[in-house]
């Protein structure tokens, strides 16, 4: 018992610290730079990247917390932590790239690791457990959807 909840509260942590420190980043930047921005025509309204997000965040922490639960030898558990915590890095510097340093360039190449990094992360993911893998496909779909974007306000501004 006392482990699960370690585990629980070791993944909480991590990914509240991160939502934490994006929505930092993001809140400095989405009216004073992104808001100045010519957008892709099918970029979504901002507050619809705050619902996406809570959602992300959420299937994260499950996702993680059920690897660590799941996971079957010491290997697994140090590679799916690492990936696990440099995707949760890269997010960070992705938001601080973009929104505070107001760098299109450094932030899409940034973005196209994180996206690296997560189809890593999920490949590893699959040989532990298939639900923390399937938990992580809607955060995937949602990065490609966002570097379409960065890449796309790179060529438009």
Not at 17 to 32: K, N, Q, V
Not at 135 to 157: D, E, K
Request: net charge negative; charged share 5%.
């Amino acid at each position: 018992m006392a482990l699960r909840l370690t585990q629980a509260l070791y993944t909480f942590v991590l990914v509240f610290i991160t939502a934490m420190l994006c929505r930092y980043f993001t809140s400095l930047g989405i009216d004073s730079f992104y808001g100045t921005l010519e957008l892709p025509a099918i970029a979504p309204a901002n507050h619809y990247f705050s619902y996406a997000w809570t959602v992300i965040y959420v299937l994260l922490f499950i996702s993680f917390y059920i690897t660590l639960e799941s996971q079957k030898t010491e290997e697994q558990f140090y590679d799916a932590n690492a990936l696990f915590v440099t995707q949760l890095f890269l997010q960070i510097l992705w938001t601080f790239s973009f929104f505070y340093l107001e760098q299109l360039w450094a932030s899409a190449a940034v973005i196209v690791l994180l996206d690296m990094v997560v189809a890593l992360l999920m490949h590893t993911l699959l040989f532990i457990n298939g639900w923390a893998f399937v938990l992580l496909v809607p955060y995937l779909l949602w990065l490609l959807f966002a570097t379409y974007l960065n890449v796309m306000l790179v060529f438009l501004n």
